[in-house]
């Protein structure tokens, strides 16, 4: 199976008043595994439901390897869909499911035994084909959903949501399966998910979806260490956004650290309007007197621990709040409520953003937030 460009131009998709997608422009490669990432009503489900065909464009143009499809039924895409709910026939046994878009291709009966034997034996599901969906855990029936989506061996293979009924074990199971059937079957993945974990785990690249249109695209390291946007570094992972005000010749004042500093040398200098700075607990630490450290104090106000590290909430004596994450296997002993520390952060490792500082739970981008 060998993956297709899909190209999406300045997509939109209107009701009435209601935008639920705008300037949607996006390059998928072919074999490429990209995720549309971003909270509900954000139009990552839109954007590919017009892919499968299940919607129309209000205008905009769409190809995959080239051929226009927005005047293609679904079935004539070349587009495979797994959904979050399977969508298996529950009257059918798991051969006849997955033997369907088959059936539907008029595929001769020898061919659909191979391919529906080869699609079972890749999701490790052989001996399972007269077994109904009620006889199956959810795994399993996510697993046939899968088989079904891929029999066909479509160019394009389309996830929305694909795991977000399992539990979290049973997710981290899927997410490592997925990445083996997208090794082995080439093919180009467009994946849709609310779940940051999920898109840095599986991604290519990541598109993150905000007010109906692409804030950021890019890396999922590229995304998590250099967002473009408060919106984007508060959606991605966990961040301690600081207000960060201008002192000129690329001087700048943390007033709720306490610190006034020069600007790190960086290939790409920081927006001369940036008005927040944006931390990772990760890149916090306790203070070692390393020279290129930028050092200030705080005091312990929660403690949780989460198996593998533990996560500190920390007020400054200027009244920031912080958020430090320390591995478990750290050297130091374990900071307790009420502990006074002395913090430090290479500003090196930090992102300086435009606009205002918002909390960091939002997960709606402020008017104008968006690139």
């Known amino acids: 199976m060998h993956g297709a460009a899909v190209s999406f131009r300045n997509i939109a998709k ?8 705008e300037d949607f422009t996006l390059e998928v490669q072919p074999g ?7 909270p509900s009503g954000s139009g990552k489900s839109t954007a590919l439901n017009i892919l499968a065909g ?26 495979g869909m797994v959904f979050q709910s399977y969508s298996l026939f529950p009257h059918m046994d798991v051969f006849d499911n997955v ?8 595929v001769s009966r020898a061919e659909i035994q191979r391919r529906v034997a080869s699609a ?13 969906p009620s006889e199956l855990s959810g795994g399993q029936r996510q697993r046939v959903a ?3 989506a891929v029999v066909f061996e479509p160019a394009v293979l389309l996830m929305d949501e694909p795991l977000g009924a399992l539990d979290l074990k049973l997710r981290e199971a899927m997410q490592a399966e997925i990445k083996r059937y997208h090794r082995q079957l080439g093919c180009t993945i467009v994946f849709v998910t609310h779940d940051q974990g999920e898109a840095l785990a599986l991604s290519d690249r990541i598109a993150v979806m905000g007010q109906a249109r692409i804030a ?25 956004a600081l207000e960060l005000l201008p002192m000129g010749q690329r001087r700048w004042q943390l007033p709720g650290l306490g610190l006034t500093f020069d600007e790190p040398a960086q290939d790409a200098p920081w927006p001369a309007e940036a008005a927040a700075l944006c931390l990772r607990p990760e890149h916090l630490r306790r203070a070692d007197g390393r020279s290129s450290a930028l050092e200030f104090e705080a005091q312990v106000s929660e403690v949780t621990f989460l198996g593998d590290h533990t996560l500190y909430l920390l007020r400054t004596r200027q009244a920031a709040e912080l958020q430090l994450h ?12 009420g502990d006074q520390v002395r913090l430090a952060f290479d500003p090196t490792t930090a992102s300086a953003l435009s606009g205002p500082v918002h909390a960091a739970s939002s997960h709606t981008p402020p008017p104008g937030d968006l690139p």
């Open 14 to 21: 209107r009701y009435g008043s209601v935008v639920a997608l």
């Open 32 to 38: 490429e595994f990209v995720t549309l990432l971003g």
């Open 54 to 79: 299940f919607t129309d464009p209000t205008e905009g143009q769409l190809t995959v390897a080239g051929r226009d499809v927005l005047a293609m039924p679904p079935e004539r895409r070349n587009v």
């Open 99 to 106: 033997a369907f878009p088959l059936k539907l291709r008029k």
């Open 120 to 132: 079972l034996e890749m999701v490790q599901l052989p001996g399972y084909e007269r077994r109904r």
């Open 146 to 148: 899968f088989a079904r």
């Open 216 to 240: 950021q695209i890019g890396t999922p390291e590229d995304i998590y260490d250099r967002p473009v946007s408060r919106y984007v570094a508060q959606f991605i992972g966990r961040t301690n």
């Open 326 to 337: 320390e591995s478990r296997g750290a050297q130091a002993a374990p900071l307790r409520r």
